[in-house]
């Protein structure tokens, strides 16, 4: 068991010690029921008994609470046994429960891309965003990855397709693709994560893109982004840069520094609420340019950003050891396994 996978939260919670007492414990009451199936996420790393697995098989299917059927899943995952069960809780009725399969699913069985592409129709953002990183992973379809970043109503997907996008997309369709979301998609979160992309793709156009639009973001934290993908790509320290940052606007006293309403309000700014398209006076309206040869606008995406207020800049970590990650917009967060919990 490694730290890094740790379930911290549970540490002093888990009603055994060993996995044995653990199973037993899968028989008994709520909250100790909870808590032993989020124990076991931890001993399943090193397989976990028949017995035991049979047990976690019968919450995943037939638990009433919620939380116990994710965890239950989870630990499924973790351990890389009962596939069918596993496929089967992407139909529960529960979306953190669904998002969790997704990420058990594709540890037991990464090459099952089938399912996975169902999940991405999924009507809870976590589900399609954890269902877009795994067959990212596995396939590296560009197409399914523009698709999300021009069609997905939800930004913590467009900011996941716009991050595995420079590594599967032809260069120059990449970068037309990510200048165009840089200067136009409502999340800042996603403008931030096409700056990154810009960097490492290093073209001359990649580099226009940052400093046009990404330098003169409305956000801080998408100019600060920007301003180091360009020094990357340019091969240079941040400070050497030759340009003026919109982030200077945080100090009146630096060269050039803009504040207040004397920085000029980039498309979809990060005050501009989603699914508004906001390219300023005189810019083309909505649907009237295409992009990489579509017509429609990028960032046109309803709906709210699943992520609560005040949600750190780096997303939730979805890795071989982590869970299933997402967060919702009610502030139920079970990736981390506390009281409350966002998977």
């Known amino acids: 068991m490694t730290d890094d996978y740790a379930n911290w939260s549970a540490r002093g919670r888990a009603p055994a010690e060993d996995e044995a007492g653990l199973q037993a414990a899968l028989e008994g009451e709520q909250p100790e029921k909870r808590e032993a199936a989020l124990a076991l996420v931890d001993e399943a790393e090193a397989g976990l008994a028949d017995a035991t697995v049979d047990a976690l098989v019968g919450l995943a299917r037939s638990a009433d609470d919620a939380k116990t059927r994710q965890f239950a899943v989870e630990a499924l995952g973790v351990a890389g046994r009962e596939r069918e069960t596993i496929t089967d809780a992407l139909d529960d009725p529960d979306e953190w429960v669904r998002a969790e399969a997704v990420v058990a699913l594709s540890r037991t ?18 589900v399609r965003r954890n269902a877009l990183i795994a067959l990212a992973r596995v396939e590296g379809d560009a197409e399914t990855l523009v698709d999300r970043l021009k069609n ?6 467009r900011e996941y397709a716009a991050q595995f996008l420079p590594d599967e997309a032809e260069t120059e369709r990449a970068v037309r693709l990510l200048a165009a979301v840089l200067a136009r998609d409502p999340g800042s979160f996603v403008r931030a994560k096409a700056a990154e992309g810009l960097g490492d793709l290093g073209t001359d156009r990649a580099e226009e893109a940052l400093e046009r639009h990404g330098i003169e973001d409305r956000s801080d934290d998408v100019c600060r982004t920007a301003e180091q993908a360009l020094a990357r790509s340019r091969g240079v320290e941040p400070e050497e840069l030759d340009v003026t940052s919109g982030s200077q606007g945080s100090d009146p006293a630096a060269p050039g520094a803009r504040t207040g309403t004397d920085r000029a309000k980039p498309p979809g700014g990060s005050d501009a609420p989603p699914g508004r398209f906001d390219d300023g006076p005189g810019a083309p309206q909505p649907g009237a340019a295409p992009v990489d040869g579509v017509t429609g606008q990028v960032g046109s995406h309803p709906g709210p950003d699943p992520r609560p207020q005040g949600h750190r800049e780096s997303p939730t970590r979805y890795d071989s050891d982590s869970h299933a990650g997402a967060e919702s917009s009610d502030g139920d967060d079970r990736s981390n396994h506390g009281d409350s919990d966002n998977s």
């Open 152 to 157: 997905d109503p939800a930004p913590a997907v």
């Open 109 to 126: 069985a990464p090459g099952a891309t089938v399912p996975l592409r169902d999940a991405l129709t999924d009507d809870h953002p976590a």
